[in-house]
């Protein structure tokens, strides 16, 4: 059996990626090599966050943090606390080089994670280890960007209209309750669960 390779190129939605490699037999027993790329920084960005977040021990639950991160507009305090203490010192070496320094000979810096089974490496250049930086630590209007998000939601109404006379159809009432909840407030969690911790905005 030889070894194999994936390429993931405009991988803006990283569940694509999880469902692969989770594809793969157990019967394969060789080198498996997955390639993620996208044309769009902040998505670029977004994957390198999951993937890091992903690859830690001692955090409470990565899973609870990588969740909220893909789907809420407000994460909790110990959320960014876990991402600034932990995920930001991983990228900090690049993240303070001055931009000048080594970019002609080194355009990509590499950080590699090595795991279990595997290893996570990931290539940029130092612009963007700076702009994840700068993303992680800037302090965002929990109310400007609250009112940004639902400028962006509430611009299609007429989607939304359809998509929940869809449930009507279906007698999904309770799926209806929960999709115009999660609407309002930007916020994935079980109907009725308290939001009182979400007090930060998704970076």
Known sequence: MLNSSFLHEASGDLRNVIKT???VPDS???IL?????????DVVIRTVLLLLIATLDDCHDPIDIMFHLWYSGRITSKHME???????PMCAKYSRTPSSEFQDKYPLHELTVTLRMGSIRIALPVRLWKKID???HKAHDPQHTEANRKTVILARGDHFDRCLFLY????SLSRR???VKFR???VLLPFGASQASFTVTNP
Request: proline share 0%; hydrophobic share 40%.
């Open 82 to 88: 876990t991402i600034r203490t932990q995920i930001a």
């Open 177 to 179: 309750s929960s999709r």
């Open 168 to 171: 009507h159809l279906n007698k």
């Open 21 to 23: 490699v989770n594809g």
């Open 33 to 41: 090599t997955v390639l993620i790329n996208d044309f769009e920084e």
């Open 28 to 30: 394969f027993l060789r």
């Open 134 to 136: 700068v993303i992680i």
């Open 184 to 186: 309002d407030t930007g």
